[in-house]
Structures are given as C-alpha cells and as structure tokens.
C-alpha cells in the first residue's frame, strides 16, 4: 500500500497506540475524582498538558484538550467572538479557510456579526496591505490558516503577528492543523492569542486535540458544564488520548527537521516527474508551501475516477480534501487562487508524511502514467474516436 492521503489523516504511531492502551486499561479514573484512582489520572493529564507546554515553549495553563481541529477552531472564533462582542463585531479571515473556521463565521453572522475574506494572490497568498485596510475599529478578531488544507500554500504568520501587535485588542488566532511537524511556527515570536492543534493529523488519534489559549485571553466556553480545561471546555477529558497525544507530539517534534528535510525531498521529486506528464498542471506553490501537499490536475478528467484507479493499484489519494470530497464542488481555495473552474473542479491531492519514502514514487509515476492513458482511452470511445 502507498498511502498518500496524511492531509486527511495519518497512521498513528505505534508507540502512541500503545501509550493509548496502557493509560485506558490501568488509569481509567475520573481524572476529577478525589480519590487515588482519580489521582492517578489527574496526574497523567496534567503531565501531558506540561510535556505539550514544554515542546512548544508555553505555560501548561495555555494548552486546552478538545476533540481535534474543527473543535478547537470553533472553540477559537465562536469563544472569542461571545466574549469581546461588545467591543466590536467584525472578524476578519481568509478566503481559503478550512470550513471549521469559515462556517463558524458564517454563523455568527446570524448574531450580527460581518465577516471580512481576504482575497489570496495566485500562489493562495494573502497581503499584508489588505489585511492592514481590512482593519476597523470595531474588529475583534484576525484568523488565518497556516498551512491551507487543500494546495500546502503557508501564509506570513509572523509578519501578521508582527503587523496585529500594533492592534492589541485584536485577538490573533491562527490554525495549525496542517501545519505542525511540517514547519517551525514559534507560537511566542509570531505573537499569536489562540493557535489550533489536531492529534489525527500528526500519527496522533482522532478526537484528540488542542487549543493554545495566552495567558490573559479570555474564551467564553462552547461546552458548559463542570469547569475543566480551565473553566473553558468542560467534560471528563479524555485522559488516554491525551497522553497519546502528547507522545505524538514528542515524536513529532523531535523528528520535525529530518521530516521537513525527507518531505521536502519527495515533494520536490514527485512534483519534477508530475510536470513531465503531458495534461498535468501543478497547482501548489513552488515557493512559500509546506513539504508534505502537491495539489494537481489532468486536464478533462473526472478525479473521483482517477482516485478509484489509483486505488485499484494499492495508491490512495484524494480528491481535494476530506471534508469537501464527498460534495463534489470546485476547490474553493483554487478558485481563490484564480485558477480556471473546470481546473478547480478537477483536482487531486497528495499529502505525504515520514512513512512515505523515495521508493515508492516510480510505482506512483506509474499509476498517475497509467490511469491517465485509460481515461484518455474511455474518452476517445465515448468521443467516437
Ligand atoms: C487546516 C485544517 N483545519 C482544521 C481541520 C479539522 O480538523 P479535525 O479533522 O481534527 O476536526 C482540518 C482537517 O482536515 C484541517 O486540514
């Protein structure tokens, strides 16, 4: 098998699966409860949230559990928007979000508030100078996406950070989910507020994730109930996943530059063999994206057809992203990027992770080679060719 989808999710490492048994079979307390079992637990999650705290250099008081990245990104824009509505009601965000954090906007449209999109350039880039006019008094919040889902575009976190730091009541929240293990984002120098953390996407679990939240921010909750997670998302935390999670973590941040450096390799390859092939026009960024999305398309094609064959040869990858693959519209972020509808409409993603290897590209080549020349084949027949 050659998986190719990591953007969706990843294999979880052994070791975390392995971390995830032991704690659920031998600490399954209530980590709320008073007594030793509970303890037990408690101690377990509070470490977990310390090692998280330690590998990214903030305050364990800073790192709030969730169930993953749509949860964290709604945790960050509805908890936000809730608790500073009355210094203002505009947000501003990018056209090229991932739907946890443009539906969530358009939501709070139904409480008043107005959303500003900023557009990108054609490499999915947004500027500096329109987010600095976009900018009104009565915005309370600025959030972008690090890594884009769907092309690997990264945006100038930093430089945001930076220009944001001049508006302090603007509450600067950026989306991780793609971007953790792939890049080397300091929460600290880039000045964020709220930066979100999916587990899944790092060989961590699903339902497992994290919100980092400043010291001094304040977050109305989402879920109501009895207090944890620092009165900000309540609900007996799920003690296992979370040490699991942060054995993700560990991992991946130990490897992360031997993992940039092989990603970076491999994209950089399957990009040069992709753009020999006659009808393959490359959508991802050659500069300013991540190492582990390559976002293409075959000219006339139908990609759920093109993934299926692939599949047929043991080759999995998908059609845009998870979440939108199955409702059969244009890539929203290529159509932000200018590319044609009929080009937006046909896309395909490979998203690699450290499993992947060098050696699996020839047999990708091949498939890609071969799938094309059969769907070529069926449309000359139906053409009467
Ligand atoms: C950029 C981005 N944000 C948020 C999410 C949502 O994460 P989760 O699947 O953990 O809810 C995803 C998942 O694909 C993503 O790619």
């Known amino acids: 098998m050659i998986y190719l989808d990591n953007s969706a999710t990843t294999k979880p490492f052994d070791e975390v699966i392995d971390s995830y048994t032991k704690v659920a079979k031998t600490y399954f307390g209530n980590p709320s409860s008073l007594h030793g079992i509970g303890g037990q637990a408690e101690k377990l999650l509070s470490q977990s949230r310390t090692q998280i705290a330690n590998l990214l250099r903030v305050k364990p008081q800073e790192v709030i559990f969730t169930s993953g990245g749509s949860e964290g990104n709604n945790l960050a824009i509805k908890g936000t928007a809730l608790q500073y509505q009355n210094r203002g009601k505009h947000i501003i965000t990018t056209s090229i979000e991932h739907p946890s954090v443009s539906e969530a906007c358009e939501q709070l449209k139904e409480l008043g508030f107005e959303i500003t999109y900023l557009p990108v350039d054609d490499n999915g880039v947004v500027s500096l100078e329109n987010l600095k006019e976009a900018i009104r008094e009565d915005t309370i919040m600025v959030s972008i996406i690090h890594v884009n889902n769907e092309v690997g575009t990264v945006q100038p976190i930093e430089e945001i950070g930076k220009l944001l730091e001049k508006f302090p009541k603007i509450i600067y929240h950026v989306d991780h989910v793609q971007g953790i293990g792939k890049t080397t984002l300091d929460l600290d120098k880039a000045k964020l507020d709220l930066c979100t953390f999916s587990g899944h996407k790092f060989n961590g679990l699903k339902g497992t994730g994290f919100l980092f939240v400043r010291h001094g ?167 009467g060719i």
């Open 217 to 383: 921010v304040r977050i109305k909750p989402l879920i109501s109930g009895g207090g944890q997670e620092m009165q900000k998302r309540a609900g007996t935390e799920n003690v296992a996943g979370f040490v699991a999670l942060a054995k993700a973590l560990r991992l991946t941040i130990e490897n992360r530059d031997e993992t940039i450096k092989q990603l970076s390799k491999l994209k950089g390859a399957i990009i040069e063999r992709l753009s020999m092939i006659s009808g393959i026009r490359v959508h991802t960024p050659v500069r300013n994206s991540a190492p582990h999305i390559i976002n293409f398309s075959i000219n006339g094609l139908k990609p759920e057809v093109f993934v299926h064959l692939l599949e047929e040869r043991d080759i999995f990858v998908s059609t845009t992203s998870a979440c939108s693959s199955q409702n059969n519209e244009p890539s929203k972020t290529l159509l932000a990027m200018g590319v044609p509808h009929v080009l937006a409409n046909s896309s395909i993603r490979i998203s690699l992770s450290s499993q992947n290897k060098l050696e699996e590209l020839p047999n990708l080549i091949d498939a890609v080679e071969s799938a094309i020349h059969q769907l070529q084949n069926v449309m000359g027949e139906n053409n």
